[in-house]
């Protein structure tokens, strides 16, 4: 079964601090995976994708890292800041169909100053 | 939340009425979708068209009902059979195809009273 599983499935940390996000999932055949921020009330917005081929991206201070063979990947966070607060979603898209994506239940992260 | 629109924001309805959440975007992208999201789960596909005139069931379509005589428009409408409406809405766009990115709306939370 197509799974993608997130932990924590919350986190509270001080401003200015350090964190990362895990993401495993048994999805196949796996095409990309995504990392999203949603906000409380809001849209997601994509925040990195990368391919079976790439094992780091980054977008600011969010690197996200993947690790194909043991379907893995981190979403590590630096310097936290109080927007940062959020939930973060870890999606994974399989390589056939319409675009079918499989979406983590996040992780929903506090920054507290 | 891009060029796509979702309203309304907020909606209360009585059990046992239907009800139209609308989603509209100006991406010019062939490809739309909708999502059910509920506290600790991930987002759950409930329709997705590829093309105007053209839709097709999600892994959660009982009780909901789309229509794309539009490019820009997939209105969403949860009619009385679903049996637990009570979740927060978000509509996506992608350009089409597999492994593309879906851009998402900013949502419409739905309260059945």
């Known amino acids: 079964k197509n799974q993608v599983e997130q932990s924590p499935q919350s986190l509270i940390i001080l401003e200015g601090k350090n964190c990362t996000l895990q993401?495993?999932?048994?999805?196949?055949?796996?095409?990309?995976l995504r990392w999203y921020k949603q906000d409380t009330g809001r849209g997601p917005v994509s925040l990195t994708i990368?391919?079976?081929?790439?094992n780091t991206k980054s977008n600011g201070r969010y690197t996200a890292t993947l690790d194909a063979d043991t379907k893995q990947s981190s979403l590590h966070i630096t310097a936290s800041q109080l927007s940062d607060s959020a939930s973060y979603i870890c999606?994974?898209?399989?390589?056939?169909?319409?675009?079918?994506?499989?979406f983590g239940a996040g992780t929903r992260l506090a920054v507290h100053p | 939340d891009g060029g796509i629109t979702q309203s309304p924001k907020y909606l209360f309805r009585k059990e046992g009425q239907n009800v139209t959440l609308s989603c509209e975007q100006n991406?010019?992208?062939?490809?739309m979708y909708w999502y059910r999201q509920d506290p600790g789960q991930g987002l759950r596909l409930i329709y997705y068209?590829?093309?105007?005139?053209?839709?097709q069931k999600g892994d959660i379509a009982e009780g909901y009902s789309v229509s794309r005589e539009k490019k820009e428009s997939f209105p969403l409408t949860v009619t009385s059979a679903q049996k637990n409406p009570t979740a927060f809405y978000l509509c996506a766009s992608s350009i089409g195809g597999s492994r593309t990115e879906q851009f998402f709306g900013p949502g419409t939370r739905l309260t059945v009273l």
């Open positions: 068209s590829q093309i105007v005139n053209d839709f």
């Open positions: 991406l010019n992208h062939d490809a």
């Open positions: 993401c495993n999932y048994t999805v196949s055949p796996f095409s990309n």
């Open positions: 999606v994974v898209s399989g390589s056939g169909g319409y675009n079918k994506l499989i």
């Open positions: 990368m391919t079976f081929s790439e």
